[in-house]
């Protein structure tokens, strides 16, 4: 499947890339309401299941989009009051829908069919200048639950100011993220994890940074880990293979 056709999606009303579509509702030349969300997030996890490879760029701007269109969506969905009350309650009724879209994406399912498809076609894949010994694929993640990686998630999120609503937009690539968690971990084996969020951050920002945390523990540079009886999150430099040999 070529790139095009990785970024197109057929709708009822609209066949074409997400930022277009995005464009055109911001333009008003699409109703928000007509827009079948269901129906993208169908489509790109039917797209998943065909592709050799996953690109987490690729997934990152799919998620920051989508999440996008919930949001413009349930904004003009929700009477008034609803939403003065939700403010009132200081709840985010869209990290239920956010998590549901990054297991449907990531987690799991996901990531366990890309570790598949790696080991069978090793010879395809090379991970740069690391020369590391064959071993059976492990996605950096087991030992953690779908709990867990929802709390975590939920952590990182509550880090954003929902009052900054006028920030400009701005690019985020995952890429670049991993590396300025690289260079972090080359500073401090052991990173604080709410010190990786912002609270100056969008939550654009923040998902993208999180998937670069995900991408560092599936290649094993890194894992997350509560410490002691204080239930503090860390984010630990190296595998958690390596932690449990070196406390046998």
């Not at 970024?7 to 007509?34: M, R, V, Y």
């Not at 939920?154 to 995952?174: D, F």
Request: charged residues 30%; glycine residues 4%.
């Amino acid at each position: 499947m070529n790139q095009s056709s990785e970024n197109t999606f057929s709708l009822d009303i609209f066949e074409g890339p997400l930022a277009f579509l995005l464009h055109l509702i911001q333009k008003s030349e699409i109703n928000i309401h007509d827009v079948p969300i269901y129906e993208i997030t169908k489509q790109y996890h039917e797209r998943i299941q065909e592709w050799t490879s996953l690109s987490v760029d690729s997934g990152a701007e799919f998620i920051g989009t989508t999440t996008q269109l919930l949001l413009m969506k349930s904004k003009k969905l929700l009477p008034k009051h609803d939403a003065i009350e939700e403010e009132e309650e200081d709840l985010d009724p869209h990290f239920e829908i956010i998590h549901q879209l990054l297991e449907y994406c990531y987690f799991k399912e996901a990531a366990k069919d890309l570790a598949t498809r790696e080991e069978k076609q090793s010879t395809y894949f090379h991970r740069g200048v690391h020369n590391l010994p064959e071993v059976k694929k492990r996605l950096g993640i087991e030992h953690l639950s779908m709990e867990d990686l929802e709390a975590l998630f939920e952590i990182a999120l509550q880090k954003s100011n929902p009052q900054n609503k006028n920030i400009a937009e701005e690019e985020w690539r995952v890429a670049d993220k991993i590396s300025a968690l690289r260079t972090l971990l080359k500073i401090q084996a052991k990173v604080p994890f709410r010190q990786l969020f912002s609270e100056k951050q969008s939550k654009p920002e923040l998902i993208v940074n999180f998937l670069a945390l995900l991408e560092l523990m599936k290649t094993g540079e890194c894992f997350v880990s509560k410490e002691g009886l204080s239930n503090q999150i860390y984010i630990y430099k190296g595998s958690y293979d390596t932690q449990d040999n070196g406390s046998a």
